[in-house]
Structures are given as C-alpha cells and as structure tokens.
C-alpha cells in the first residue's frame, strides 16, 4: 500500500484512539479509497510509531464499520452497497425522529438551546453552498444533525449516531458531481429547524422520513449510474 499524499504525519507516538480519529477522517474525506487494502507496517512506518497503536486503531475502526477486516486478506475500505445506504439511512432516521421526541418533551429551554446550534450551522451551509464547496457543505449537513442529536443529551443516542455520521459522510461524498438538489439543501434544514421551533412533532416526524428518504434516492441513483 503507498501511503497517500493527504495523511498527514502525526507526531511523537500517537496513541491509538489518535491514530484511529486521524484515519476515519481521511477515510471520510477519501484520501483512502472504497476497496483500498489499508498495510498495517506501512502505516506505523509512516506515522512513526509502532504497530501496536496501528492495530488497535484500525480494530477500532473495524468495529465501528469504518474499515472491514477479512481474515487472511487484511484490512480494507468498504465498498458500500445500496443495501448500506438503505441502512445507515433506516438507522439514522428512527435515531433522528427518537431524538425529536426527546427534545420536544425536554422542554423549551432545551428546544432554545438546540435551535441556537441549528441557525448556526445553517448560516454556515448557505455560505458554503454559495461558494460551492462540498467537502465543507458534507461536514456541516453533519454537524447539523449531530447538533439535533446531540440537544437530547442522550449519550447512548449520541454515541450510536457518531458512528452513522461517519458512514454517511462516506456516503455523501460518493456525491460530489452529480448530486441534484444542493441547491434545496438549507431549504430542506431549515424545514427542519422551523417545525422542532415550532414544537410540531407530528410535522416534524415526516419532514426527517422524507429527509432521509430523499437521500438514499439521490444516493441510490448515483450508485445504480456508477
């Protein structure tokens, strides 16, 4: 395996959890790409550290299904299906409509403080799609739904949905040329925004169905296409 020009060099002795949060953002950002065998020796050399770390981050990525480990073969980045998009999409949509329940019986304190998160993150997606950078677009339409996620201040919620960011990002970004609605894409948030400000669970339930729906058809045409 040749070490890839994005990955950077860590220095001293990275620990693994370093190590494996170094690599799940290039893999997210595709400096690894989807079926690339991921040398283990390689790797340590280049970040000048031992194999010991390496190993256990790269465990660590296995599990969390970042990185898929085939006995006798090594270690490698998946090549996801549509079957794993219909998937990672299911899963994040009864996660995201379980938050929405929590939040709107959290209370308004809590609503507040979570809608203050989302405006944020919308300005800086309407900045972005303006400027027509994806890689930045990809990273805050996650950051938008982690911050929903993550105003139920439900720590198992929340640690299942890091996981489903992360696949999804892999999946996005499949996306950079020919996804077809970037320019609905804070239309559709701020949708979102508007019906959990506005405390409608009812309308808000449907506007995530269809968000994620939406999604895998754009990512499952595009895959159908490759």
């Not at 991921?38 to 969390?64: F, W």
Request: with cysteine; aromatic share 4%; net charge negative.
């Amino acid at each position: 395996m040749e070490t890839p020009e994005g990955l950077l060099v860590l220095e001293g002795r990275p620990t693994a959890q370093l190590i494996a949060d170094h690599l799940r953002e290039q893999i997210i950002q595709g400096v690894f790409r989807p079926g690339q065998q991921i040398n283990e020796s390689v790797l340590a050399s280049h970040l000048h550290t031992s194999r010991g770390p390496v190993r256990e981050a790269l465990q660590r990525l296995a599990q969390e299904g970042i990185l898929v480990s085939l006995r006798n073969r090594g270690v490698f980045v998946p090549e996801l299906s549509i079957d794993d998009i219909k998937e990672i999409y299911a899963v994040r949509e009864a996660v995201e409509s379980a938050s929405a329940n929590i939040l709107l019986t959290a209370g308004q304190e809590d609503i507040n403080r979570t809608c203050q998160f989302l405006k944020e993150t919308l300005t800086e997606m309407a900045a972005q799609v303006d400027m027509s950078d994806w890689q930045a677009l990809t990273r805050l339409d996650m950051k938008f739904h982690t911050s929903f996620v993550e105003g139920t201040g439900n720590s198992r919620l929340i640690r299942i949905y890091d996981t489903l960011v992360a696949e999804s990002r892999m999946c996005i970004l499949n996306l950079r040329v020919s996804y077809p609605r970037v320019d609905v894409l804070v239309q559709e948030h701020q949708n979102l925004l508007d019906l959990l400000e506005a405390g409608d669970t009812e309308g808000l339930q449907q506007a995530i169905s269809r968000h994620m729906r939406k999604a895998v058809d754009d990512l499952t045409a595009t895959t159908r296409q490759e």
